[in-house]
């Protein structure tokens, strides 16, 4: 699928028109059916049609949720498996084709309540399914952003069409009459309709579109003339001269600027140019869409009760990024209770579906109840009748629709019931589908609070039960009595108490399982330096290294420093034979001039290259060690103890090998060769700034170089100690070099001698040598792996003492061994936490294979150790460790207080334990809630007995700053809807900032208001199945407890009229809101039905957070109970905001 972001204007118009062409489709219902699929764009509908023309089905494109593709085949095939169709020849096609077939599939999602309806199609090419579920995209995208007549005109096409049984385009006198009641409207008697078809100019009693459009405009005007008297009085009041028809007089851009400007208080009126923009919408009339327009009276009245005059503003519906880099216990968390159920908690459906409308919906935590399944986890409400659906299913839907709606993070509250092998097919369920979405390790593993949105965005958290032990929750439960949890933390206890006996034993009887000499590999100087080692307490301790002096290794790696020794060539003998003719060639070189290599194939062997009668030879160097001494040698006749003897010896004497008969003349020199008297720590030209930033590029203490300064006979030398650089002073004096006014030497070379076999006052040994390509090669990589080394903590007791540089935690790594670094076995250490290698070897393959067993035992015995402390773990805690290591954040705790609390923790309550305002002994308990919920995190859902999946008041629970008020999403109430109200803001993201003073305790609340409502009509009721005789009740959450005169009003009875009833005159008044906490406060529009044998039934609704509500004459646009928009269904109200 193309995304409708990604086309141009004119290939979007192509595709709408393919659709508005139409398509044959397999159209999966209650059968398969071959239809025409086909768009209908002037009443933005889709329509179903048979081959003989005959309409099925019209779908309003107004209430497309989602358009899905692929996924939904497997719903194909088992219908087509149910239903035993023809169809069913899918089943025995090749994997290409089936895969093939699934690009076909869309499946549409639609409707205005919780549980949508869906309506499968399988189109005859995949080009056909792509176009189709790109035009439907694009369609549902741009339907909401429709302007208020262009929706008008499309419900009027769609009315007319509803009746038009003959396809001719216009509506008869009778079958307007059917219309009317049900667009709401009680036809009055006499000759009421006859007389507005001669109005509209009408012949022979039928109306084309024009007129039918004319006759709903004089219709809608007729029984709301009467609020234009409004606007002829008071500030910014402009006369109207004429209300008998919509069209009768007219509305200056000079009153209407005036009017939003003084009495609407709206930004936008302070540009002119955005007036005029904002009049043109509205004007039907081309010749007044002019720089100076006017709208007849009929639109203005339009123009109020339009959702571009919303009560609501907009701009606390837009997302603020700066407001999402607090920690998450500073929001409150858009949550649901129980998500996969769609109805009651005792006998309902579970639906994956359910998870899939939650997240689009906005929510950012949900709920799964994970119980053991047959052969695998399922979700359900334990011991109920509700249906079971697979856990793997869920977690791939929420995989799949997580982040559509909102990018922040989603949290998974498991409540766990499965046993501990399902629990860990739960953790690799979880691992393999949300992969790198899934957070696993701590952000910043020292910070003091949660994590921001920001730094979460796009990852899974898991809120579940951890595997811990806390001193102080025993404590506390111990006290008050929960003898269950005590037995489950005692348990903790003794398992850590044997653990820690354990250790303290084998410290006491410290066994040293192995010591000797080691060569480890530096990964600085690129070489291995001898080391005194001992393997105790599963740790492998190492001494300071040995150097040259000391170390065997000194004589076979002498080549190392010498000129002719050229070490890795890329491409070898290629690259050997290049050097050497282009050094001999230019200067006539001798026979004899040679250079020496590593061999590119054979480890610990090397290749020397030499130039004979103007041609290039290469012969092996072969190397060999036995009994702790290396050999080097041409011919197994004459060995040498270095290469150096060896190059030494054939200088003197002829090489006679392979028919060569001749010596070494000559060698080509290495480039950017340093000579061994200054090792490459010595400059002669270097500032002390490039010597410092030299230095901290090498991740180690004792890095080291020495330059020369401006001052003749004067020297620097600069040393890295405690990751910071120091410089001292070098002056020769009478043939010695003295070093800080206290040491002597007789060369540079004895100085640096001296101090890389003692430590340099006290501190450290001059261990690297930093030369200017030691310092490039650093800049290049990433220091974090060589850290670990130079900050590794060891305790005094060590079987080293103070010769103990390092230690490696054997029982932390895995190990291997095989052939690196030009040594034939090299054993590696990895550390499983930080990755970090230490790799050593020895002088011979048996001492490395004993070294190696030893620490394969350990790391075995750990293992089974560690496996077995994990069962016993397991067995007693209920908890599979895999399940554990995957709680960072959201560590459920079942406690009921608050207090001795970890910020990672999530406490969850019933919402009856929630302390209610009003009641004085829940005060104390209040404070403590609060304070709690500023560093961590509380979970609030329906208490037990709500089986009907009924709701609780979030209010309370939001003030005291609990995050997570969890709802029943599937149950559509006023709770539900202030819940959808808080939500709106923010952009929808499922994350609202709490106000400043419930976040920070030094901060005071905002100053009170006062809101004054008066409801003065509606417009495009819901018509249930008659039509209604409506009012309406308006209230302001959250309710105290105080008078309910003080949180509510109604209007009076409009008898008979859902299309534009009226409320003015004395018996509805304005209506005085006093509002102590506008931050938390709510204003709820509820229209209902007057029913004279029981209670009044619900119509619509809209809810708005009073922060966001805008002054003036304003419209409501209304909503079903699922705070989906109802079409064109507005009040209209005028408010007044004071302070107090």
């Not at 889709?46 to 899905?68: H, T």
């Not at 103070?802 to 230690?807: A, F, I, L, P, S």
């Not at 409801?1015 to 407890?1041: C, K």
Request: glycine fraction near 4%; charge should be negative; charged fraction near 25%.
């Amino acid at each position: 699928m193309v995304e409708g972001s990604d086309l141009t204007e004119n290939e979007r118009r192509r595709v709408i028109e393919h659709l508005q062409t139409g398509t044959e489709m397999m159209v999966y219902q209650q059968r398969v059916e071959r239809l025409t699929v086909q768009v209908i764009r002037e009443s933005t509908q889709m329509a179903l049609i048979r081959s003989d023309d005959k309409i099925v089905r019209m779908l309003d494109i107004f209430e497309f949720k989602e358009v899905r593709q692929w996924e939904t085949f497997r719903d194909f095939q088992q219908f087509n498996e149910s239903r035993g169709s023809r169809f069913r020849r899918i089943f025995y096609q090749s994997e290409k084709e089936l895969q093939q077939d699934s690009r076909k599939c869309l499946t549409i999602f639609y409707g205005s309540e919780f549980i949508l309806k869906s309506l499968s199609l399988k189109a005859d090419s995949v080009e056909d399914a792509e176009r189709w579920l790109t035009g439907l995209e694009l369609l549902r995208q741009e339907t909401p952003a429709t302007h208020t007549p262009e929706i008008v005109e499309s419900w009027l096409r769609k009315q007319m069409y509803s009746v038009d049984q003959t396809k001719k385009n216009s509506i008869t006198l009778k079958e307007l009459k059917s219309l009317l009641p049900q667009m709401n409207f009680k036809v009055p008697g006499g000759r009421f309709l006859e007389d507005k078809f001669v109005e509209v100019g009408a012949n022979d009693y039928s109306l084309d579109f024009q007129q039918f459009s004319k006759f709903y405009n004089l219709l809608i005007f007729e029984n709301q003339k009467m609020l234009l008297e409004e606007f002829e009085k008071g500030p910014a009041a402009f006369k109207i001269s004429n209300t008998d028809s919509p069209e009768s007089s007219v509305v200056s851009l000079y009153d209407f600027h005036n009017f939003l400007l003084y009495r609407q208080k709206d930004t936008c009126a302070r540009n002119v140019n955005q007036v005029q923009e904002l009049m043109t919408i509205f004007i039907e009339d081309t010749i007044r869409k002019t720089i100076n327009p006017t709208l007849t009276v009929g639109e203005f009245l339009s123009f109020l009760f339009s959702k571009e005059n919303s009560i609501w503003d907009e701009k606390f519906s837009e997302i603020c990024p700066l407001d999402m880099n607090n920690p998450l216990s500073h929001y409150w968390i858009n949550s649901s209770h129980n998500t996969y159920l769609t109805g009651d908690q005792l006998c309902s459906d579970s639906s994956i579906e359910a998870y899939v409308r939650c997240l689009r919906l906005g929510c950012r935590c949900i709920e799964l109840d994970c119980w053991n399944g047959p052969e695998e986890p399922v979700i359900y409400h334990g011991r109920t009748m509700t249906s079971k659906i697979k856990f793997k299913d869920v977690v791939k839907a929420i995989n799949d629709h997580a982040f559509i709606t909102s990018e922040y993070p989603v949290v998974l509250s498991l409540e766990q019931h499965c046993d501990i092998k399902q629990q860990k097919m739960m953790a690799q369920i979880l691992q393999d589908i949300f992969q790198d979405k899934l957070l696993t390790e701590p952000l910043e593993p020292e910070a003091e609070d949660l994590p921001s949105p920001n730094q979460l965005k796009g990852k899974i958290i898991i809120k579940h039960q951890k595997i811990t032990e806390s001193d102080q929750t025993v404590k506390l439960e111990e006290e008050r009595g929960n003898t269950a949890v005590k037995r489950k933390l005692d348990s903790f206890k003794k398992i850590g108490n044997s653990c820690r006996e354990k250790i303290r034993k084998a410290r006491e009887n410290r066994v040293v399982e192995k010591e000797g000499e080691l060569c480890i590999w530096d990964p600085i100087d690129k070489r291995f330096y001898r080391h005194d080692c001992v393997i105790s307490d599963n740790k492998l301790y190492y001494s300071e290294e040995k150097w040259k002096e000391d170390s065997p290794e000194s004589d076979s790696e002498l080549h190392l420093s010498e000129p002719w020794f050229h070490g890795f060539l890329a491409e070898g003998r290629i690259t050997a034979e290049k050097l050497l003719r282009d050094f001999c060639q230019g200067k006539n070189g001798k026979d004899g001039t040679f250079l020496v290599r590593e061999s590119e194939k054979l480890i610990r062997n090397y290749n020397i290259s030499l130039w004979t009668n103007g041609r290039i030879q290469h012969y092996r160097i072969f190397c060999s060690s036995q009994n702790g001494q290396w050999s080097f040698y041409l011919t197994c006749k004459q060995l040498f103890p270095s290469m150096c003897a060896l190059i030494e010896y054939y200088t003197q004497n002829l090489i006679k090998y392979d028919g060569l008969n001749l010596r070494l003349s000559g060698f080509l020199p290495r480039l950017n060769f340093v000579p061994l008297r200054h090792l490459g720590w010595f400059y002669s030209n270097l500032s002390q700034a490039e010597a410092e930033d030299y230095l901290l590029r090498i991740p180690r203490d004792g890095a080291f170089l020495i330059r020369q300064t401006e001052k003749p006979d004067t020297f620097t030398l600069s040393v890295r100690f405690d990751g910071d650089v120091e410089h001292y002073l070098i002056y020769q004096y009478n043939s010695k070099y003295v070093l800080t006014d206290a040491y002597e030497f007789g060369s540079l070379e004895d100085l640096v001698s001296c101090f890389r076999r003692e430590l340099f006052y006290g501190k450290t040994k001059l261990r690297y040598p930093v030369t200017p390509q030691l310092a490039a090669r650093f800049c290049l990589v990433d220091l974090s792996k060589y850290d670990y080394e130079q900050y590794s903590e060891v305790s005094k007791d060590n079987p080293l003492g103070d010769q103990c540089k390092g230690v490696v935690d054997i029982s932390k790594c895995t190990v291997a061994c095989k052939a690196k670094h030009a040594r034939p076995l090299v054993v590696t250490l990895l550390n499983r936490e930080s990755f970090n290698p230490t790799e050593f070897t020895c002088e011979n393959v048996e001492q490395v294979d004993e070294w190696y067993q030893a620490l394969l035992n350990i790391i075995q015995n750990e293992q089974s150790l560690e496996k077995a402390r994990i069962a016993e773990m397991e067995s007693k805690t209920k908890i599979a460790v895999q399940m554990s290591d995957m709680v960072i954040y959201c560590q459920s705790i079942k406690k009921k207080t608050f207090e001795n609390y970890n910020y990672k923790e999530v406490r969850s309550v019933p919402d009856n334990m929630v302390p209610k305002e009003g009641n004085e002994t829940a005060v104390e308990k209040s404070d403590s809630i609060l304070e709690y919920n500023r560093k961590a995190v509380t979970r609030v859902y329906p208490c037990s007995g709500r089986v009907d999946s009924s709701n609780f008041d979030p209010c309370p629970s939001w003030k005291l700053g609990c995050q997570m008020v969890a709802l029943n999403f599937q149950t559509a109430d006023k709770f539900m809807q202030l819940n959808g109200a808080l939500f709106s803001l923010n952009g929808g993201m499922g994350y609202v900032l709490k106000p400043e003073w419930i976040r920070d305790p030094a901060k005071k609340k905002p100053a009170k208001q006062s809101i004054i409502i008066r409801v003065m009509a509606a417009r495009h009721l819901p018509n249930p199945d008659h039509i209604v005789s409506p009012f309406v009740q308006v209230e302001l959450w959250p309710y105290t407890g105080g008078q309910a005169d003080d949180y509510s009003f109604k209007t009076t009875l409009f008898k008979d009229n859902g299309l534009n009833p009226v409320w003015l005159g004395p018996m509805n008044p304005p209506k005085c809101f006093k509002i102590d906490e506008p931050d938390l406060a709510f204003l709820r529009f509820v229209v209902f039905e007057e029913d004279t044998f029981s209670d009044a039934k619900f119509l619509a609704q809209a809810t708005f957070p009073v922060r966001g509500v805008r002054s003036g004459y304003r419209s409501v646009q209304l909503k079903n109970r699922c705070s989906e928009n109802l079409e064109l269904s507005s009040l209209l109200v005028h408010v007044q905001q004071l302070e107090v």
